[in-house]
């Protein structure tokens, strides 16, 4: 179809790449923070297109998979509340937490169910006035508005049965977290497009200010991520670091002012937990004291168990991009998408999971 | 008739009876059926292939067809692939209790025309009411039976190096049209399901050619799952290429939306054919003149490297493994 074939031509692609080519003359690593960009870069086959000075590493840009055990054991410990439903996105279902999941939870007779949006979960709660509603919530800016109007909805329908227990987490922070930790050496950021269609560009102001690394905010067409790729490596050749936007058709430098105004309404900043980088200050969204009768932490008395990290999954180390997912020993073998051992297998923007169904010759 | 199916419908009783005669008899009826003793008799000469498959797709009815069609174009297809000409076909229903009468007759009446056009009859049958709640109203089993020529040796573990694999049209339309109508993500579409019976369509092909080594209908799973099934059964490798793939502009358009790849959602009236190189012209020309094959295409060359894998030229020129469905991506489909 035109409108999505005009960004898949091959010889646009080419003269990209060609492009590329005259500016990657150094060595230069980038690494796409986004778990979609890692997905479209495996799904074309991108890296087959560029030069070998470049390295793409993928970084801890996927929702599900940064979402730590202890909070995977909360959400499990929830659904197994007598007469409760929790809600949730499909791939959270699936994501093993110390010792389960919510599938298995739901097998042992847990009333789990799928939504595709917090409104959803609303509607769940709307039909069964008598039960407990929890919508399970994952994700970063780009999720974080609809849940909180799903919360500022609830309030203004008098709702007293719809709850969230709120996982969500914000980007910028985990990013600065990233680059002062000095695993990775990066010379250039391809930029997360949609968290920027909300937070805007301006959120990555700090990273060319205080680290000297490029910025560009790339859409997720394979013309898009050349693009971007291209942008980054002319900056890498004029020794510049700056903040571009290679996807204006989506993002502005100041992002969606309603989205951002109803989730300062509803959230504020907390401490929070990150598979792999553990307690980042300032990461996750906690629903503001104004709104605690709608978080589920407070409302229910449960107790999620100790936490287990699952033995020899290194889904840590390639959110941190410090690996790939080749470098662990069980992938493909004992960590395949229908055995996951890790989120990074079982979210479908997971970095295992892209490697698994898109790598060639076994990577 | 009462306007809604009760318990005693499938009680075995003369409410049975009255269901048997007057949604099932009256409008399936021939010879064989109207017998009405414990089984069907007849007599069938040759290689004889057979095949089972139960439909509990949701919702019953979808843009293109409904549970009645599909249950009959299933059977027919997974027979027709095998090369075989379908003759016969058992129809068994599983009804929930309060199911309308009036949708049970129009998905009959969809049995009989799609039998109709594929020229086979409904020789024996089943039904059952169980518990409102016991079952999601409707699942049908159809199994059926069809002849093979004794020479014919078409099979998933015959596809060799060299081969060409043919398409006979667009994928997806059945997945998306049925998803378009499910409540929760419905959406607006003018896309039908593709189910069709395809038994004609194999054999316009065989009139032209006896090198047809392989053929299946990529149902579930689409038509990735089905190609590393045939590489996987045949040892050897698969090289497509996606610019030759057609996929409908709304398919493509929903996939994008819902996060889904084409090449990974069902079918219901389409084939993939693995053939000698030499004859794939012609039988493509011969496919592009039936109703169901106007949109064949060679999409790609059976090859040894790689064995077992499915590899894809993207429109970019890169390459890309596309491996087998993994899990449960789309609800209830078929």
């Known amino acids: 179809m035109k409108e999505l074939s005009s960004f898949r031509q091959s010889d646009l692609a080419q003269g990209l790449v060609n492009s590329i080519n005259r500016h990657a003359t150094k060595e230069a690593r980038f690494m796409e923070f986004c778990g979609s960009h890692t997905v479209a870069i495996m799904k074309n086959g991108l890296r087959q297109l560029l030069p070998p000075t470049l390295t793409l590493t993928s970084g801890p840009g996927c929702p599900v998979c940064v979402t730590a055990n202890e909070d995977l054991d909360k959400a499990i410990a929830l659904a197994k509340i007598p007469g409760i439903i929790v809600a949730s996105f499909g791939d959270m279902i699936r994501v093993p937490g110390s010792s389960s999941n919510l599938q298995e939870a739901k097998a042992s007779g847990s009333d789990v169910r799928v939504v595709y949006s917090p409104l959803d979960a609303l509607q769940i709660a709307r039909t069964n006035p008598g039960k407990p509603v929890v919508f399970i919530a994952v994700g970063f800016e780009t999720t974080a508005p609809t849940v909180a109007a799903s919360v500022l909805q609830a309030k203004q329908e008098g709702l007293k049965n719809y709850y969230i227990l709120s996982m969500h987490k914000i980007c910028p922070p985990v990013i600065r977290a990233l680059l002062d930790s000095g695993e990775v050496n990066l010379q250039g950021l391809i930029c997360p497009g949609h968290v920027s269609a909300v937070t805007g560009a301006k959120a990555w102001d700090f990273i060319p200010r205080d680290y000297g690394i490029s910025c560009v905010v790339a859409g997720f067409e394979p013309l898009d991520i050349l693009q971007c790729i291209d942008m980054l490596s002319e900056q890498a050749a004029k020794g510049e670091a700056k903040l571009e936007i290679a996807y204006r058709r989506s993002v502005t430098y100041e992002g969606n002012l309603t989205a951002q105004k109803i989730m300062e309404q509803v959230f504020e900043p907390s401490l929070t937990s990150w598979r792999g980088m553990g307690d980042v200050p300032d990461s996750g969204l906690k629903l503001k004291?104004?709104?605690?009768?709608?978080?589920?932490?407070?409302?229910?008395?449960?107790?999620?168990?100790?936490?287990?990290?699952?033995?020899?999954?290194?889904?840590?180390?390639?959110l941190r991009g410090v690996k790939t997912p080749s470098q662990c020993r069980l992938f493909r073998k004992i960590c395949t998408p229908l055995n996951p051992v890790g989120p990074c297998m079982v979210s479908s923007e997971g970095s295992c999971s892209a490697h698994y169904h898109y790598g060639e010759n076994n990577d | 008739m009462t306007d809604k199916i009760l318990l005693a419908h499938g009680s075995g009783g003369t409410l049975s009876r009255d269901i048997v005669n007057n949604s099932l008899i009256s409008v399936l009826g021939n010879s064989i059926l109207n017998i009405l003793d414990d089984s069907a008799v007849f007599t069938a000469n040759g290689k004889i292939a057979f095949t089972t498959d139960s439909h509990v797709v949701q919702p019953i009815f979808f843009p293109g067809g409904d549970i009645g069609k599909l249950s009959v174009c299933g059977t027919i297809n997974d027979l027709s692939v095998m090369g075989a000409t379908p003759l016969y076909l058992s129809l068994a229903l599983i009804i929930e209790e309060g199911f309308p009468t009036k949708d049970l007759d129009t998905i009959i009446d969809s049995v009989r025309k799609a039998a109709d056009e594929a020229g086979v009859k409904i020789v024996t049958g089943d039904t059952k009411v169980v518990n409102r709640g016991n079952a999601d109203k409707i699942f049908i089993n159809t199994a059926g039976i069809g002849i093979i020529p004794e020479e014919l040796s078409v099979s998933g573990h015959n596809a060799k190096p060299g081969n060409k694999v043919i398409l006979s049209g667009t994928i997806g339309d059945h997945g998306i049209a049925v998803l378009s109508k499910r409540e929760g993500i419905a959406f607006d579409t003018e896309l039908e399901s593709d189910?069709?019976?395809?038994?004609?369509?194999?054999?316009?092909?065989?009139?032209?050619?006896?090198?047809?080594?392989?053929?299946?209908?990529?149902?579930?799973?689409?038509?990735?799952?089905?190609?590393?099934?045939?590489?996987?059964?045949?040892?050897?490798?698969?090289?497509?290429?996606?610019?030759?793939?057609?996929?409908?502009?709304?398919?493509?358009?929903?996939?994008?939306?819902?996060?889904?790849?084409p090449l990974y959602i069902a079918n219901e009236g389409k084939l993939v054919a693995v053939v000698e190189a030499e004859d794939a012209e012609a039988i493509l020309m011969q496919m592009k003149k039936n109703k169901y094959g106007h949109n064949a295409a060679i999409i790609g060359t059976i090859e040894e490297k790689y064995a077992g894998r499915v590899v894809m030229k993207t429109t970019l020129g890169t390459s890309r493994i596309v491996g087998m469905l993994v899990g449960e991506p789309l609800p209830r489909i078929c």
Do not use: H, W
């Open chain 1, 289 to 318: 004291p104004e709104f605690a009768a709608y978080d589920a932490e407070l409302k229910f008395d449960f107790d999620p168990g100790p936490t287990r990290i699952q033995k020899g999954c290194i889904c840590g180390e390639v």
């Open chain 2, 195 to 261: 189910c069709a019976p395809l038994n004609k369509l194999v054999a316009d092909m065989m009139l032209v050619s006896s090198k047809i080594n392989c053929m299946r209908d990529p149902t579930r799973g689409g038509l990735a799952t089905t190609l590393n099934e045939i590489a996987e059964q045949s040892g050897v490798s698969i090289r497509i290429d996606e610019e030759k793939i057609p996929v409908r502009r709304e398919v493509a358009a929903a996939c994008e939306m819902l996060g889904f790849d």
